[in-house]
C-alpha cells in the first residue's frame, strides 16, 4: 500500500511535537478519550432524529482495552466513526478545527525556535505519537457499509484504506514505543495508571469510559473446614467497570448537591482538613456560559510562599479537564480561591500564554471576581469574627492587589480591607470615615512592627485626646497600600509620626517656630553630641506625656527601613531612614538636660541627650545598637 506524506505543515508540526522534550506526554489519553466523547455526541445527537441509530443515550461507551503482550492501549468507542475520505482529511492535516489555533502560535514561536511553547497544548489525535511509535485507526462510520484503516509511525506517513469493520464507531489503537532510560512508556499499560489519568484528566466526560478491571473475590469452596465452618478462598476476577464518575459535582444543580457535599469534596481533592471559609457556586448563562464552584479555603497554603503553588482553579470544557492551577484566570489578589470553571464555550486548546487573551476567559474571570468579591462583602457583614479570620490568612493578598500594576484595581479592592483601631477592633476605611467626629480632617496613622507597639507611640497621644480614631498598622505593605489608596472619601491620610497633625493654628505654629530659634544652641548641641545617630534634632509639636519621640524625613520610614533589613541585597539592608529626633520642652527630663547645657556641664548634657535619644529608639520599636552602655548611662543617675 502506497503510503502518503502529511500536508507539508502538519509533518513539520508533527515532528516538533515528536522530537521536543514533552514534559505533559500524559495528556494522549485525554485528547483520545475526547475526540471519542465527541463523536459519540454526535451519533447521540443524530439518534435523536433519526430511529434507525437503534441505540439509546445509555447505550454509548467508550472502552479501554489493554493488550501488554502487544504493548497496545485501544480507545474504542461507538460514536459517529469516519469514512475514508474523512480519516484522510481528518487526520493528515493538523489545520482542523480545535487545532488550528495551536498551528497559529506555533507558526509565530518557530520563527523563534522556541519548542517549549509545545508542551502547553492540547493538540488532539496527535499527541498519540508522543506515546506511540505506531498508531492504527480502525473506524466505520454511521450509514456506511464499508470501514477504514487508517496506519502512521510518525511524522514519515500514513497509510489509509478500505476496512471490513462490524461495528460502527472508532478504535483508536495505540502501539506505545519501547521504554527508554528516560520514558517508561510501558508505565501506560498498567491499569492503575490509566485509571489514575482517567480520574485526572477525563472523570467527567459524560460518557460511561469503561475498563476490564481486575480483582480478588473471595468465594466458599463448598468443603468445610477442621472447625466446621466452609472454607474460604479467593480468586481473581474479571469486571468490566466505569472508571469516570461522569457527571461532575460543580454541574449539578444545588438541589441535588447540598453545599456540605461540596465541602466534602473539596477537602477530599484539595487534602484539606479545615473547611474552606466560603463556598461560591455559579451557574451562568448567557453571552458566556458557565459553571463553577469555587473555594476560599480555611487557611493559607503553608508552602504557597516556597513555590508550592497548589491553588488556583481548574479549567474544564465540557467535563474534559483544560488546565490545572490555572492562575490567569482571575487576578493575582484572588490566587488563594480554588476551584472549577466548566464552559462548553472554552476550546480545549488553550495555552497559559494566550489564556489572558481570550475574550471568554476574560469575561467570566470578571464575572467571578465580582463574585468573590460579593460572598467576602457578605462574610464581613453578617460574621465579622470569621472575616477578620479570613483576613488574617489571606488579607495580604487584597493588600498587594492594591499596590499591583499603579493601583489599578485599589478601588475594586478597597472595601474588603481593614485595619486596627484597637487591640480588638478592625474597620473598614469606609467604617473609619463614618466615624470620624466633624472635627477630623484626615485619616490618621500609626505604623510599627506589632499592634502594641504602634498603640503605644507617644505621638499618638494628641490624636487620641482629641477622640479620633488611628489605624494601627502593622505589616511592612500597609503604608505603600495607603499610598496608593491616597484617600478615602476625600479624606487624605495622615502619618502621625511623620506628618502634620494639623492641629496647630497659625498662632501656634509661629509660636513653635520662635521656640524652635530659642533653643537653636541647645538642639544644635544635641545633634552634634549624637553624631551620625540623627540627622536633626527639633522641638516636638506632639508629645504631650513623654519627653521624646523619633521621626523620620524623607521618603524611606523607620517601617521601610525594618522591611528592608531583610531584603535579600546586602545594599538594601544597609538602608538607614533619616532620623529626628524630636524632644518635648515641657517635659523635666528636657528641661535637666538644657540646664545641664546651660551650666556649661557638657559631658552631663552629652549623656542626657544620649538617654533621650535611646528612648526614643526603643519606643519608635528600634533594636538599640549598644544596651551595655545606655544601661551605664542611665545608673550613672542613681
Ligand atoms: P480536534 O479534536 O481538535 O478537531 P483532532 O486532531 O483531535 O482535532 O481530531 C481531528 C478530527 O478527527 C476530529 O475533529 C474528528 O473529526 C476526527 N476524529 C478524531 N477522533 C475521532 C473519533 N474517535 N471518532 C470520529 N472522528 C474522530
Known amino acids: 500500500m502506497a503510503k502518503k506524506q502529511f500536508k507539508a505543515e502538519s509533518k513539520r508540526l508533527l ?17 483520545i478519550l475526547s475526540n471519542a466523547s465527541d463523536a459519540i455526541d454526535k451519533l447521540c445527537y443524530l439518534s435523536l432524529t433519526d430511529d434507525q441509530v437503534g441505540l439509546d443515550r445509555g447505550d454509548f461507551r467508550i472502552d479501554i482495552l489493554v493488550d501488554k503482550d502487544a504493548r497496545t492501549i485501544t480507545v474504542r468507542d461507538n460514536g459517529i466513526g469516519m469514512t475514508l475520505a474523512e480519516a484522510e482529511a481528518n487526520l493528515g492535516v493538523i489545520a482542523k478545527s480545535g487545532s488550528y489555533q495551536f498551528r497559529d502560535e506555533m507558526d509565530k514561536e518557530a520563527a523563534g525556535e522556541d519548542l517549549s511553547i509545545i508542551g502547553q497544548f492540547g493538540v488532539g489525535f496527535y499527541s498519540a505519537f ?46 506505545l514505543k519501547p521504554d527508554t532510560e528516560d520514558e517508561l512508556y510501558g508505565t501506560y499499560l498498567e491499569k492503575w495508571k490509566i485509571k489514575a489519568l482517567v480520574k485526572k484528566y477525563s472523570d467527567y466526560v459524560r460518557w460511561p469510559i469503561r475498563m476490564d478491571l481486575e480483582h480478588q473475590e473471595r468465594f466458599e469452596t463448598g468443603e468445610t473446614n477442621d472447625e466446621g465452618q466452609p472454607k474460604v478462598e479467593y480468586r481473581m476476577v474479571t469486571e468490566n467497570e466505569i472508571i469516570n464518575s461522569m457527571v461532575p459535582i460543580w454541574q449539578r444543580s444545588k438541589q441535588e448537591v447540598t453545599d456540605d457535599d461540596c465541602i466534602a469534596w473539596y477537602k477530599e481533592k484539595n487534602r484539606d482538613r479545615k473547611d474552606p471559609c466560603a463556598l461560591i457556586r455559579v451557574s451562568a448563562e448567557g453571552l458566556v456560559s458557565y459553571k463553577a464552584m469555587l473555594f476560599v479555603p480555611g487557611e493559607e497554603n503553608p508552602n504557597a510562599f516556597v513555590g508550592d503553588k497548589k491553588g488556583g482553579i481548574t479549567l474544564y470544557s465540557n467535563g474534559v479537564m483544560i488546565m490545572e492551577h490555572c492562575d490567569k484566570l482571575v487576578h493575582d489578589y484572588f490566587e488563594f480561591v480554588k476551584g472549577v470553571v466548566d464552559s462548553p464555550d472554552l476550546s480545549l486548546n488553550i495555552s497559559r500564554e494566550i489564556l489572558q487573551h481570550d475574550r471568554q476567559l476574560r469575561v467570566i474571570g470578571q464575572n467571578l471576581e465580582k463574585k468573590i468579591k460579593g460572598e467576602l462583602e457578605k462574610m464581613m457583614k453578617e460574621d465579622k469574627p470569621k472575616y477578620e479570620e479570613f483576613f488574617r490568612n489571606f488579607g495580604v493578598h487584597l493588600k498587594a492587589g492594591c499596590c499591583d500594576e499603579y493601583g489599578r484595581y485599589k ?20 467604617e473609619y470615615v463614618a466615624n470620624m467626629p466633624e472635627s477630623q480632617q484626615k485619616i490618621y496613622f500609626a505604623n510599627s512592627d506589632t499592634l502594641k507597639h504602634a498603640i503605644s507611640l507617644p505621638q499618638c497621644d494628641q490624636v487620641r485626646e482629641r477622640g479620633y480614631e488611628i489605624l494601627y498598622l502593622t505589616h511592612p505593605i500597609d503604608e505603600l497600600v495607603l499610598e496608593n489608596l491616597r ?35 541647645l538642639l544644635d548641641f544635641v ?44 545594599e538594601m539592608r544597609k538602608l538607614r531612614a533619616e532620623r529626628v529626633l524630636e524632644l518635648n520642652a515641657e517635659h523635666k527630663a528636657v528641661q535637666a538636660l538644657r540646664a545641664a547645657f546651660e551650666n556649661g556641664e557638657k559631658d552631663k548634657a552629652a549623656s542626657l541627650a544620649k538617654i533621650l535619644e535611646t528612648m526614643a529608639e526603643l519606643m519608635a520599636g528600634c533594636d538599640i545598637e549598644d544596651p551595655a552602655s545606655f544601661v551605664g548611662l542611665v545608673s550613672e543617675l542613681f
Request: aromatic share 8%; hydrophobic share 30%; with cysteine.
Open 15 to 31: 515532528d516538533l511535537m515528536i522530537n521536543s522534550i514533552y514534559t505533559n506526554k500524559e495528556i494522549f489519553l485525554r485528547e
Open 130 to 175: 508522543m506515546v506511540s511509535d505506531e498508531v492504527t485507526v480502525l473506524s466505520r462510520k454511521y450509514g456506511e457499509s464499508e470501514g477504514v484503516k487508517w496506519t502512521s509511525k510518525g511524522a514519515d506517513g500514513y497509510t489509509v484504506a478500505p476496512f471490513e469493520k462490524d461495528t460502527v464507531g472508532t478504535d483508536v489503537v495505540m502501539h
Open 411 to 430: 478601588d475594586f479592592l478597597r472595601d474588603l480591607l481593614i485595619f486596627y483601631t484597637g487591640e480588638d477592633t478592625q474597620v473598614t476605611l469606609k
Open 487 to 521: 484617600e478615602q472619601d476625600g479624606k487624605p491620610f495622615c502619618n502621625v509620626v511623620t506628618d502634620d497633625l494639623g492641629f496647630e493654628t497659625e498662632e501656634e505654629k509661629k509660636a513653635a517656630e520662635e521656640r524652635d530659634i530659642e533653643n537653636k544652641e
Open 527 to 570: 545633634k552634634e553630641s549624637l553624631g551620625e545617630a540623627v540627622s536633626k534634632v527639633r522641638l516636638s509639636r506632639k508629645l504631650e506625656k513623654l519627653p521624646c519621640c523619633l521621626t523620620t524625613e524623607g521618603p524611606l520610614t523607620l517601617e521601610m527601613e525594618r522591611y528592608f533589613r531583610r531584603g535579600p541585597s546586602e
